[in-house]
C-alpha cells in the first residue's frame, strides 16, 4: 500500500525556530515520526501479533520534552541523529596530518557522540517527498568547519523513508570541502513491548557477529578484535539479553551492561530484536561495519519520557550502526577518513514482524 506522509508543527526552539514533525506511515502497520530537531526519529508505532499498535521508541511528546534541562544534561541521545563521530575518543584527540585536534569533554570528561552541542542539537533544513512506491524525509545540516573543533565544512543529508511494504530505512549522505573524519549513527531505544515500564532484559537478541570489541575501563576499545566464542557476547543464535546480561565478566562490570560494538559478519539481516510477549519483530540490515549495541545501562530516571513515564536502567536498547569506535586513533580499523572529492554513504533498513 502505498504509504502516507503527513507533516505538523512541533514547537519552537528558544530562538524560535520551527521544529516540524513528519510521520510517514501504512494504516495499522506502520506509523514512524521524526522530526527536524536532531534529525530525530520519535515515534514508532507498530502493531503486536494481535493488531495492537504501540509505540516503541523512547521519546517525549513535546518539544519541551526535549529541550529539558534534565535531558540534555545527561546526554543520552534518545532517537537523534548522532555526529560528528559516534561514540567515545582516546584522549579527546586525534591526528591528521600531522596536526592535534582536541575535542571538548561534554560528559564526565569524555568527548561523546560529537561534543558540547552535536548533530542531536541542531536544527535541520526539511525536504519531504513522495514517490511511487515510498515517502520520506530528508533533513540537511551544514557542519562549519571548526565545529567542536573538527576540521572541514561538511554537508549532511539524513533522509528517513518508508516504503511499500512497511520496510523502513535511514541514508547518509555526506561531503566535505576538506579532509576530515566522519562516522554518524542513530541513537534510536527500543523497547518492543511498547511499554517503558518494562526493561528490555526479556528480548531476543540475534547478531551476526563472530567478534566483538573489548573495552579498556574508559569505555574505549582496546583495539582488541576477540571472538564471542564463550562470552556473554556470543548472540550468534536469537537469545535472550538477561541471561548473558547477568554473567560474571569483566567486560560488562565495565559499563553495567552491555556498551559494545559488535563486528558484522555480512550486511543483510544481521540483526534481530525480538519481543516474546508482544510477538513484534525488528530485523536490520545495513551498509555498516559494526553495530554499537547499548542496553541502556546509564538511563537513571533523571527526566521523565512519553506518557511522564521515567526511562531507568535497561528500559531500552540501542542498535547503532556504524563504523568501529575510535576509528581515528585504531589504525588496523576500517577508516573514517573523508577525503573532499568523496561522498560518504551509508543506509540501514528496519523491518517491522510481529510472529
Ligand atoms: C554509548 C554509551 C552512552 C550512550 C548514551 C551509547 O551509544 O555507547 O556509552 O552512555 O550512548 O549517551
Same mark, same amino acid.
Given at each position: 500500500m502505498q504509504p502516507l506522509l503527513t507533516s505538523k508543527t512541533f514547537g519552537f526552539t528558544p530562538k524560535g525556530e520551527e521544529i516540524h514533525l513528519f510521520t510517514l506511515s501504512i494504516p495499522n502497520q506502520i506509523e514512524i515520526s521524526v522530526m527536524n530537531y536532531g534529525a530525530t526519529w520519535t515515534h514508532l508505532l507498530i502493531p503486536d501479533r494481535n493488531g495492537k499498535?504501540?509505540?516503541?521508541? +523512547?521519546?517525549?511528546?513535546? @518539544?519541551? #520534552?526535549?529541550?529539558?534541562?534534565?535531558?540534555?544534561?545527561?546526554?543520552?541521545?534518545?532517537?537523534?541523529? &548522532?555526529?560528528?563521530?559516534?561514540?567515545r575518543i582516546t584522549g579527546n584527540q586525534f591526528h591528521l596530518d600531522g596536526k592535534t585536534y582536541e575535542l571538548p569533554a561534554n560528559l564526565d570528561g569524555i568527548h561523546l557522540h560529537g561534543g558540547m552541542e552535536g548533530w542531536d542539537r541542531k536544527v535541520w533544513k526539511t525536504e519531504p517527498f513522495e514517490t511511487q512506491n515510498s515517502v520520506g524525509v530528508t533533513f540537511y545540516y551544514q557542519s562549519q568547519d571548526g565545529e567542536e573543533n573538527?576540521?572541514? /565544512?561538511?554537508?549532511?543529508?539524513? /533522509?528517513?523513508?518508508? !516504503?511499500? /511494504?512497511?520496510?523502513?530505512?535511514?541514508?547518509?549522505?555526506?561531503?566535505? !570541502?576538506?579532509?576530515?573524519?566522519?562516522?554518524p549513527t542513530n541513537h534510536a531505544y527500543f523497547n518492543l513491548t511498547g511499554d517503558f515500564s518494562k526493561t528490555i532484559e526479556e528480548h531476543g537478541f540475534f547478531v551476526d557477529a563472530e567478534n566483538y570489541l573489548p573495552m579498556n575501563k574508559n569505555s574505549l576499545p582496546t583495539g582488541e578484535i576477540a571472538n564471542v566464542g564463550g562470552t556473554p557476547f556470543d548472540f550468534r543464535n536469537l537469545k535472550t539479553i538477561q541471561e548473558p546480561?547477568?554473567?560474571?565478566? $569483566?567486560?560488562?562490570?565495565?559499563?553495567?551492561?552491555? !556498551?559494545?560494538?559488535? &563486528? @558484522?559478519?555480512?550486511?543483510? !539481516?544481521?540483526? &534481530?530484536?525480538?519481543?516474546?510477549?508482544? #510477538?513484534?519483530?525488528? /530485523?536490520l540490515s545495513t551498509t555498516? $561495519?559494526?553495530?554499537?549495541?547499548?542496553?541502556?545501562?546509564?538511563?537513571?530516571?533523571?527526566?521523565?519520557?512519553?506518557?511522564? &513515564?521515567?526511562?531507568?536502567?535497561?528500559?531500552?536498547?540501542? +542498535?547503532?550502526?556504524?563504523?568501529? $569506535?575510535?576509528?581515528?586513533?585504531?589504525p588496523d580499523f576500517p577508516s573514517i577518513l573523508l577525503m573532499p572529492e568523496e561522498i560518504f554513504e551509508s543506509r540501514t533498513q528496519f523491518v517491522f514482524t510481529a510472529e
Open positions: 499498535m504501540e509505540d516503541v521508541v +523512547l521519546g517525549f511528546d513535546t @518539544l519541551e #520534552g526535549y529541550l529539558q534541562k534534565d535531558y540534555q544534561d545527561h546526554y543520552c541521545y534518545i532517537g537523534s541523529t &548522532v555526529g560528528r563521530i559516534a561514540g573538527y576540521p572541514g /565544512t561538511i554537508d549532511i543529508w539524513v /533522509t528517513y523513508t518508508l !516504503d511499500e /511494504t512497511g520496510r523502513m530505512e535511514i541514508s547518509y549522505q555526506a561531503s566535505s !570541502d576538506k579532509k576530515t573524519i566522519l562516522n546480561i547477568q554473567r560474571e565478566h $569483566p567486560q560488562l562490570q565495565i559499563a553495567e551492561g552491555i !556498551d559494545h560494538c559488535f &563486528v @558484522l559478519k555480512q550486511p543483510e !539481516d544481521c540483526a &534481530v530484536l525480538y519481543d516474546p510477549e508482544s #510477538g513484534r519483530k525488528l /530485523t555498516e $561495519p559494526g553495530i554499537q549495541v547499548y542496553t541502556g545501562n546509564y538511563l537513571g530516571n533523571n527526566f521523565k519520557g512519553k506518557n511522564g &513515564v521515567t526511562y531507568g536502567k535497561r528500559t531500552a536498547i540501542c +542498535l547503532e550502526t556504524q563504523h568501529f $569506535p575510535d576509528s581515528c586513533n585504531q
